[in-house]
C-alpha cells in the first residue's frame, strides 16, 4: 500500500524579474529535509529500519509506504530550471509486527513497498522529461506548469492503485513479479 503526498514550489515562471538566478536545488533540499525524506536513489533499497511510522491497529494492509514527489520550477530571464525528486517519507510508513515476524511476508512485502517507491520514481522521470520538452517554460503560466506536475502526480496515484489491485497489495505471487520486472524495466530505461 502507498501513500503519495504531492509537494511543489515554485516562482513565478514569467520572465518580468530578471534577478539573479537562485539556487532551486536549495530549496527543494530544505523540502526534503523538513519531511525527513529519503530521495530515491538505485543504489540505496527500502529496509523495514526505514518505516518509523506507527502501524494502525486495523486494517489488513502489512504496510505502508509513503512518498512524495517534490518538485520546483524557476526561471530567471529565460532562463528554465527544475527539479523533480520522488522521495520516501519515514515517519508517515509502517509496518506491522506480524510482517516483521514471519520471514517470507518479511521479503515479500518489503519488494512489494520497494516497488510503490519505483513506480514513484518512474513518474517523477516522466515529469523531468515533460518539463524538459514545455515549450516556452518561462512565458508559461505557474497555472500551465503545476497543470503538468498535477497531470503526472494524479496519473501516478492510479498506477499505484492499479498495482494494489492488481497484485492484491502484493499477494498474488504471479503478478507481483510481473510488476516488478515492468517497473524494473522501466527504470532501465528500457520501455
Not at 97 to 104: F, T
Not at 122 to 135: D, G, I, K, L, P
Amino acid at each position: 500500500m502507498a501513500l503519495l503526498l504531492a509537494a511543489g514550489l515554485a516562482s513565478n515562471c514569467a520572465p518580468a524579474r530578471p534577478a539573479p538566478f537562485p539556487v532551486l536545488d536549495d530549496e527543494v533540499d530544505r523540502q526534503l529535509a523538513a519531511n525527513d525524506a529519503l530521495p530515491w536513489a538505485a543504489d540505496r533499497k527500502l529496509a523495514w529500519d526505514d518505516f518509523r511510522g506507527t502501524a494502525p491497529l486495523s486494517g489488513q494492509e502489512g504496510a505502508l509506504t509513503a512518498y512524495s514527489l517534490f518538485y520546483g520550477i524557476r526561471c530567471s530571464g529565460q532562463h528554465f530550471q527544475f527539479r523533480v525528486v520522488a522521495a520516501f517519507l519515514p515517519h508517515d510508513s509502517w509496518v506491522k509486527p506480524v510482517v516483521l515476524s514471519d520471514s517470507q511476508r518479511r521479503v515479500s512485502t518489503l519488494q512489494h513497498e520497494q516497488t510503490h517507491f519505483d513506480i514513484a520514481e518512474v513518474y517523477a522521470r516522466r515529469m523531468r522529461q515533460r518539463f524538459a520538452e514545455v515549450y516556452n517554460p518561462c512565458g508559461t503560466s505557474r497555472e500551465a506548469l503545476d497543470t503538468i506536475a498535477n497531470r503526472y502526480i494524479t496519473d501516478e496515484a492510479g498506477a499505484q492503485a492499479r498495482y494494489d489491485d492488481e497484485t492484491r497489495h502484493g499477494l498474488t505471487v504471479a503478478r507481483q513479479r510481473q510488476w516488478d520486472a515492468d517497473v524494473k524495466r522501466m527504470l532501465s530505461g528500457s520501455d
